[in-house]
């Protein structure tokens, strides 16, 4: 059974940086398919901010491209954000998500595997 769990959240001030990890358990080659971070504030629908895909080619949402950088470790099976700069705005439950059975075209597209979800939280 696949199990995502993700940590390194937390409070931050606003300029601050932050590091996430997911680490995946219950499948081998849980890293050679897509790999993505989400992240939902109470009230809206939860969206994907960053993907990478099986080669390592990243895709992100406009507010965060230039300030997050999503990476992976295939060996340990685990991914990864990079949070600099980080801005009230920020502030939401992240979560991150796999998806084995694709390999590319991994931005915007559906994730059948999901961790519990880790909160950021961005003061002014």
């Known amino acids: 059974q696949v199990r995502l769990v993700e940590s390194g959240g937390g409070s931050v001030q606003a300029g601050g940086s932050l590091r996430l990890s997911c680490q995946a358990s219950?499948?081998?080659?849980?890293?050679?398919?897509?790999m993505g971070w989400f992240r939902q504030v109470p009230g809206k629908e939860r969206e994907q901010i960053a993907a990478?895909?099986?080669?390592?080619?990243?895709s992100y949402e406009d507010s965060v491209r230039g300030r997050f950088t999503i990476s992976k470790d295939k060996a340990k099976n685990a991914l990864y954000l990079r949070m600099n700069s980080l801005k009230p705005e920020d502030t939401a439950m992240y979560y991150c998500?796999?998806?084995?059975?694709?390999?590319?075209?991994?931005?915007?597209?559906?994730?059948?595997?999901w961790g519990q979800g880790t909160q950021v939280t961005v003061s002014s």
């Open positions: 990478i895909d099986s080669e390592g080619s990243t």
């Open positions: 219950g499948y081998q080659y849980a890293a050679a398919g897509c």
């Open positions: 998500a796999i998806e084995p059975d694709r390999r590319f075209a991994c931005y915007k597209s559906e994730y059948n595997y």
